[in-house]
């Protein structure tokens, strides 16, 4: 069964920084592109952030780009997600996701 759970979400002021871990069980991680999604308050699921089977290629969201990170430990079965230089419009809930599977998502709440 698979199972990919997030953490690291929480509250952070304007400007600041948070990492979102997601551990992944019940698959072959390395086979798989990965991806960050959120969905603001009020708003659809949106696409975050992908990288690739392996980790070679990655995209990003124009609204994260220069501040936000993906990367991935195939050996840790790890997906993360660095956040820099926080927003207000960066407050949603962010879910992992690898194929039609998604975690339980992890709040983040950007304010002052």
């Known amino acids: 069964q698979v199972q990919l759970v997030e953490s690291g979400g929480g509250l952070v002021q304007p400007g600041g920084s948070l990492k979102l871990y997601c551990v992944a069980s019940g698959y072959t991680f390395s086979n798989y592109r990965l991806s960050w999604y959120r969905q603001p308050p009020g708003k659809g699921r949106e696409l975050v952030a992908s990288?690739?089977?392996?980790?070679?290629?990655?995209t990003l969201a124009d609204a994260v780009k220069g501040r936000f990170t993906i990367s991935r430990d195939d050996d840790r079965n790890t997906l993360y997600l660095q956040m820099e230089n926080l927003r207000p419009e960066d407050t949603a809930v962010y879910y992992c996701n690898m194929a039609d599977s998604w975690g339980q998502g992890t709040q983040v709440t950007v304010s002052s």
């Open positions: 990288i690739s089977a392996g980790g070679a290629g990655s």
